[in-house]
Structures are given as structure tokens and as C-alpha cells.
């Protein structure tokens, strides 16, 4: 039997943890339980890639409506669950709002949709605008990227403008570790 194939390279050179990840996320979609739900009309395919950014990324073609999101694992020893929220409002208590379970966004980001970055990984993906977008991450779960073992989190990041504010923006999420400390930012670029 040949090993289950992820963006066409397979399991091997992954650490146990992202293997761990990528086996309960399979199991869990042949279970039927791709958490699918209202995010489904937000977010939309990847646009054809037309330049390389920095660490090999590709940056998509510019397009117009729609919110280009990055994540970036700045961390070069353990891998992080970017633990990623979006609504379409504007929210007043954005902590005890944005950051609840039928907000989540994890089965499109990260190895096999799975929400877990490797290491010195990046994800990119786009959201279609709408009035009132909300965004942000619970600051990301750090767990060391050869064991598994929690090793920290990061704090609390969101981004919210009226209107069509994020509309044709990039947003860009970085998670990172220096020793003990774990730190997430938010940029917001406009186009």
C-alpha cells in the first residue's frame, strides 16, 4: 500500500506530531466531519500564484474583493495550531464574540487542513470581502515539532475595520518563539 500523499510529498520527512495531525485530520474527514459550515462562502480557491515572496512563498495574483491572508510560522523549532477566526460583523466584545468554535478556521490552513504549521512554514489563503469582516487568532498553541509536547501559546490578535475596510488588504499572521516566549503579531497591508 503507498503512503497517503500530501501536496505530493507524502509522510516522509514530516515529524511524528505533523503526522499525528494529518492521520486524525483524514480520519476525521472520512468520517465526515469536514467541518463544514457557514465560512464555506467566505473563503475562496487560491488565486494562481505570480511571484515568489520571501522564504519561497508565492504571492497570488492581485485581485480585487477579496482579503489575502498569511501565516507564518517564524518559529524554526516547533510547530504551531494557528487556532484562526473569522465572522462577518463588526463585534464589540471581540474576545468573548470572534473567538468561538462556529467562527473556527482550521480545515483549509496548514499541513492536510489540519491547522498545524511546521516550523518555519507559511499558508496563504484568500477571504471574500464583505461589510463588517472580523478576523483573528487565539494566538496560536505552540507544541514542540519532534514530540508533540506543548510548549507555549501565543496572545490574542484581531483585526476589524467597518465597512469594506480589509477589502483588497493582506493580512499577515506571525507566530514566533525566542526561549520561552511566544509571541503573535497582525500586519495589515494595503494593496
Excluded: H
Excluded at 520527512?13 to 499525528?20: A, E, H, I, L, Y
Excluded at 508565492?58 to 482579503?67: A, C, G, I, L, R
Excluded at 460583523?89 to 462556529?102: G, R, T
Excluded at 471574500?128 to 507555549?152: A, H, Q, R, W
Amino acid at each position: 500500500m503507498r503512503p497517503v500523499m500530501v501536496d505530493g510529498s507524502g509522510f516522509r520527512g514530516m515529524s511524528v506530531w505533523v503526522k499525528r495531525a494529518v492521520g486524525f485530520a483524514l480520519i476525521g474527514l472520512l468520517a465526515g466531519a469536514s467541518g463544514c459550515g457557514s465560512l464555506n462562502e467566505l473563503l475562496v480557491p487560491l488565486l494562481p500564484a505570480t511571484e515568489t515572496g520571501g522564504a519561497g512563498m508565492t504571492q497570488p495574483e492581485v485581485q480585487t474583493e477579496v482579503v489575502t491572508v498569511i501565516f507564518r510560522n517564524l518559529s524554526t523549532t516547533d510547530a504551531v495550531d494557528v487556532q484562526f477566526f473569522v465572522v462577518e460583523a463588526n463585534l464589540v466584545d471581540v474576545q468573548n464574540e470572534l473567538f468561538v468554535e462556529e467562527n473556527a478556521v482550521s480545515r483549509t490552513l496548514g499541513v492536510a487542513g489540519t491547522g498545524i504549521m511546521e516550523p518555519g512554514g507559511a499558508d496563504i489563503f484568500e477571504i471574500s470581502c464583505s461589510d463588517s469582516l472580523t478576523l483573528g487568532t487565539l494566538g496560536g498553541s505552540f507544541f514542540d515539532n519532534d514530540t508533540g509536547d506543548p510548549t507555549g501559546v501565543g496572545s490574542p490578535r484581531w483585526v476589524q475595520e467597518p465597512g469594506l475596510g480589509l477589502c483588497n488588504s493582506v493580512v499577515t499572521i506571525a507566530y514566533a518563539t525566542q526561549g520561552n516566549e511566544f509571541s503573535t503579531s497582525i500586519t495589515v497591508e494595503r494593496r
